[in-house]
C-alpha cells in the first residue's frame, strides 16, 4: 500500500485489520517491516500465530482493546452486516490522528459499467453491500447524513 510511506512513522503504526481471514495483508506488512500489527476475523476456526509473529485472532472488531493509528477493511468490509455500528466501534479504536482505510469493490467503476448485474464482485449473497462513494460517505456519517437546514 504505498500510502503507508506518506504516512510519518509507518514503519512503527500499530495497525488492525478487520476482517482479515488468514491474514496475508498483515502478512504483507509485516514482511514489508511493520511490527504492531493485529487482524481480527470472527470467522476463522482459531486463533493463528506465524512464524514471524503476526497473530491473527478469532473474535469481533467490538472485542478489541487498544488505540490503533490504521485500521484496515482489506475487502472485508463488504461482507459486514451493520457498517454503520462497525464504525462507530472502529471510531473509538483509532488513536489521536488516526486512519481507517477501507479497500472494497464500488460503484460507479470500470467493472459495474462493464458488467452490470453480472459483475463477478456482486458476489451476492456474501458481499451485503457495493457501497457508491455516496452511501460510504452516509455510512461514515453514521447513516444520518446531512440533510438542508441541519447545523
Not at 500465530?49 to 463488504?78: A, C, M, P
Not at 479497500?103 to 456482486?122: C, E, F, I, K, T
Amino acid at each position: 500500500m504505498p500510502f503507508l510511506r506518506q504516512i510519518p512513522g509507518w514503519q512503527k503504526a500499530r495497525v488492525l485489520d478487520v476482517g482479515c481471514g488468514a491474514g496475508s495483508f498483515l502478512y504483507a506488512l509485516r514482511e514489508f517491516g511493520m511490527r504492531d500489527l493485529l487482524g481480527v476475523d470472527p470467522f476463522n476456526e482459531a486463533d493463528m500465530e506465524y512464524r514471524n509473529g503476526l497473530l491473527i485472532q478469532k473474535r469481533e472488531v467490538f472485542d478489541v482493546d487498544g488505540l490503533w493509528d490504521i485500521v484496515t477493511f482489506h475487502h472485508s468490509f463488504e461482507h459486514i452486516p451493520d457498517p454503520v455500528l462497525t464504525l462507530k466501534a472502529v471510531s473509538g479504536l483509532l488513536a489521536d490522528g488516526g486512519l481507517c482505510v477501507i479497500r472494497m469493490p464500488m460503484v460507479p467503476s470500470y467493472a459495474w459499467d462493464h458488467y452490470g448485474v453480472n459483475w463477478v464482485q456482486l458476489d451476492a449473497p456474501r458481499h451485503f453491500f457495493i457501497h457508491s462513494t455516496k452511501s460510504l460517505s452516509l455510512v461514515a456519517q453514521g447513516g444520518h447524513g446531512h440533510r438542508e437546514g441541519d447545523p
